[in-house]
């Protein structure tokens, strides 16, 4: 039997593959109750999850805010500046602190805050979850961004069914801007089970197996 209940979600490279396709079995039934005009069950009901942003977001925030409302608990957005962390207020007494007053902690650190540096944000997410015995979950760092992953194979399941053996190719949006040294393909990870998701390309593909 899988259990997820209190795990952390750092990368899916932690997780094994019958606690992915559980994660999406529970996804696909979430999105096809909405699909029906109904509700979610409020298994959140009365649970704070505190995002701590030290990158800004589009996508993310929007999606975890939505997800906690939906599921009947609050997301407390927390943007780093904020906050003592500047000041030198230590990672883990944050961890800490939060963990006492919530339910569970996301955490979103790269680009320009680790001065591009890679692997310094994915240290930052881990700390947080060495420091706290509520579950962290990983907003993307410069490293994995697994939620992300996990919805990107979601969808190339919706759309192409039975995976294995199948390639594919994954691409992002044109940028006149340098975002960071490294793409974050979690989804690649997920579906080949290579550990190398740093590229300088701006696009990546891999087979299900």
Same mark, same amino acid.
């Given at each position: 039997? @899988?259990?997820?209940?209190?795990?952390?979600?750092?990368?899916?490279?932690?997780?094994?593959?019958?606690?992915?396709?559980?994660?999406? %079995?529970? +996804?696909?039934?979430? !999105?096809?109750?909405? %699909?029906? &005009?109904?509700?979610?069950?409020?298994?959140?009901?009365?649970? $704070?999850?505190?995002? @701590?942003?030290? +990158?800004?977001? $589009?996508?993310? *925030?929007?999606?975890?805010?939505? +997800?906690?409302?939906?599921? &009947?608990?609050?997301?407390?957005?927390?943007? @780093?500046?904020?906050?003592?962390?500047?000041?030198?207020?230590?990672?883990?007494?944050?961890?800490?602190?939060?963990?006492?007053?919530?339910?569970?902690?996301?955490? *979103?650190?790269?680009?320009?805050?680790?001065?591009?540096?890679?692997?310094?944000?994915?240290? @930052?997410? %881990?700390?947080?979850?060495?420091?706290? !015995?509520?579950?962290?979950?990983?907003?993307? /760092?410069?490293?994995?961004?697994? $939620?992300?992953?996990?919805? /990107?194979?979601? $969808?190339?399941?919706?759309?192409? &069914?039975?995976? !294995? #053996? !199948?390639?594919?190719?994954?691409?992002? +949006?044109?940028?006149?801007?340098? %975002?960071?040294?490294?793409?974050?393909?979690?989804?690649?990870?997920?579906?080949?089970?290579?550990?190398?998701?740093?590229?300088?390309?701006?696009?990546? #593909?891999?087979?299900?197996?």
């Amino acid at each position: 039997m @899988v259990r997820l209940y209190g795990r952390d979600l750092i990368t899916t490279q932690d997780w094994s593959v019958d606690e992915l396709h559980e994660a999406l %079995r529970i +996804a696909k039934e979430l !999105k096809k109750l909405s %699909r029906m &005009g109904k509700p979610w069950p409020d298994i959140l009901r009365k649970k $704070t999850f505190f995002m @701590v942003f030290y +990158a800004s977001s $589009t996508r993310t *925030r929007a999606a975890f805010e939505s +997800a906690m409302t939906y599921l &009947g608990g609050h997301a407390a957005y927390i943007d @780093v500046s904020t906050t003592r962390l500047k000041a030198g207020e230590a990672t883990k007494d944050v961890a800490k602190m939060y963990e006492a007053y919530g339910d569970g902690i996301g955490v *979103r650190i790269l680009d320009e805050i680790i001065d591009f540096k890679y692997g310094e944000g994915n240290k @930052v997410v %881990r700390e947080y979850a060495k420091a706290s !015995k509520k579950p962290v979950i990983n907003m993307a /760092d410069d490293m994995f961004h697994p $939620t992300q992953g996990i919805g /990107d194979i979601m $969808t190339v399941q919706e759309r192409l &069914g039975e995976l !294995k #053996g !199948k390639k594919f190719t994954v691409m992002w +949006a044109y940028s006149s801007r340098l %975002r960071g040294p490294c793409s974050i393909q979690e989804e690649i990870l997920i579906a080949t089970g290579h550990s190398d998701a740093c590229s300088s390309s701006v696009q990546g #593909g891999g087979s299900y197996r």
